[in-house]
């Protein structure tokens, strides 16, 4: 069965830190490349970060040089640390594994439930 659960979201001011973790259960850690969404109120769901199928990695240009996407393969973890956070970064953020490498318009195969990142100025 395959599982996706994200943590570590929560409430920061401007400017702080705040580390997502998403535990990955199925065989999809190794097949999929792994993504980072996040979906703010009234706005589309949009790429964050990404895996590529050669394990390089790929960014939002609104997220570059503050965010960074990671993985552990032993404990089958996705992590995605957001550092100079701002409030444009309030958002739901999913983990996700895609349908397509390299491709954040194709969405996600299969997707967590999301945990909510709250930014105050």
């Known amino acids: 069965q395959v599982q996706l659960v994200e943590s570590g979201g929560g409430s920061v001011q401007a400017g702080g830190s705040l580390r997502l973790s998403c535990a990955v259960a199925g065989d999809i850690y190794s097949v999929y490349c792994m993504a980072w969404f996040r979906q703010g109120l009234g706005k589309e769901r949009e790429g964050v970060a990404a895996?590529?199928?050669?394990?390089?990695?790929t960014y939002a240009d609104a997220v570059k040089g503050r965010f960074t996407i990671s993985k552990d393969n032993s404990k089958m973890t996705l992590y995605l640390q957001m550092d100079s956070l701002k409030p444009e970064d309030t958002a739901t953020y999913y983990c996700?594994?895609?349908?397509?490498?390299?491709?954040?318009?194709?969405?996600?195969?299969?997707w967590g439930q999301g945990t909510q990142v709250i930014v105050s100025s």
């Open positions: 895996f590529n199928a050669d394990g390089t990695t």
């Open positions: 996700a594994a895609l349908k397509l490498c390299a491709d954040f318009e194709a969405g996600g195969r299969y």
